[in-house]
């Protein structure tokens, strides 16, 4: 319903940015990465989400794409609502929590607030079998992405795989990676692919 706001930033308060627009001020839910981005009284533009439940309407708003399609790629989970998803998101960015996903790093998923071990460990196994049976149903591999021998490093591959863990294709993510210096930290690499994949949709 709502692609994004852009306006005034009128408050800020713990999970909760206020973005005047047209005389009206939004009160958008949101993470501490994104409220660390923010300055008050700037122009901003944020990305929504609109979710609807029994008791609430909320907006939801976020400073990039990235964390936009996590967000809504957590609430997929079962057992996953918005306040969890926010507290992974105030903790981890984007690519810290694929690469997470990526490696079966619990620990680190577990430092968000109210996360448990469970939560955790169900994160890591539904999305990374998410991923494997789309990869299956379109009868895609990793041996199937036309990649330069660049692409062999474990660091590109770990790469590779958190941006599938975000949601794009096997094939959008060996492209990214083949425009990007292999050397480059993982984290790096998946921040990068990220834009990329991003621009290409677009």
């Given at each position: 319903?709502?692609?994004?706001?852009?306006?005034?930033?009128?408050?800020?308060?713990?999970?909760?940015?206020?973005?005047?627009?047209?005389?009206?001020?939004?009160?958008?839910?949101?993470?501490?990465?994104?409220?660390?981005?923010?300055?008050?009284?700037?122009?901003?533009?944020?990305?929504?989400h609109f979710l609807?439940?029994?008791?609430?309407?909320?907006?939801?708003?976020?400073?990039?794409?990235?964390?936009?399609?996590?967000?809504?790629?957590?609430?997929?989970?079962?057992?996953?609502?918005?306040?969890?998803?926010?507290?992974?998101?105030?903790?981890?960015?984007p690519e810290k929590?694929?690469?997470?996903?990526?490696?079966?790093?619990?620990?680190?998923?577990?430092?968000?607030?109210?996360?448990?071990?469970?939560?955790?460990?169900?994160?890591?196994?539904?999305?990374?079998?998410?991923?494997?049976?789309?990869?299956?149903?379109?009868?895609?591999?990793?041996?199937?992405?036309?990649?330069?021998?660049?692409?062999?490093?474990?660091?590109?591959?770990?790469?590779?795989?958190?941006?599938?863990?975000?949601?794009?294709?096997?094939?959008?993510?060996?492209?990214?990676?083949?425009?990007?210096?292999?050397?480059?930290?993982?984290?790096?690499?998946i921040r990068r692919?990220?834009?990329?994949?991003?621009?290409?949709?677009?």
């Amino acid at each position: 319903m709502f692609y994004s706001v852009r306006g005034k930033l009128v408050h800020m308060e713990e999970g909760m940015a206020a973005v005047e627009c047209a005389g009206v001020a939004f009160a958008l839910k949101t993470t501490n990465n994104t409220l660390s981005k923010l300055a008050p009284q700037s122009e901003v533009m944020l990305y929504t989400h609109f979710l609807v439940r029994e008791d609430a309407m909320d907006l939801y708003g976020f400073y990039d794409l990235g964390e936009l399609n996590c967000f809504k790629m957590l609430l997929t989970v079962s057992g996953v609502g918005p306040k969890a998803a926010l507290a992974i998101l105030s903790h981890l960015s984007p690519e810290k929590f694929a690469l997470c996903v990526a490696m079966g790093d619990v620990k680190s998923i577990t430092q968000a607030q109210g996360v448990g071990p469970k939560l955790a460990q169900r994160l890591i196994l539904e999305l990374k079998d998410k991923v494997q049976k789309e990869q299956i149903s379109k009868g895609v591999g990793m041996d199937d992405i036309p990649t330069p021998a660049a692409l062999a490093g474990a660091s590109v591959q770990e790469a590779i795989s958190a941006l599938v863990v975000l949601g794009y294709t096997q094939a959008e993510a060996g492209a990214a990676m083949a425009k990007l210096d292999s050397s480059l930290p993982v984290e790096e690499l998946i921040r990068r692919g990220l834009k990329a994949v991003a621009s290409g949709r677009s």
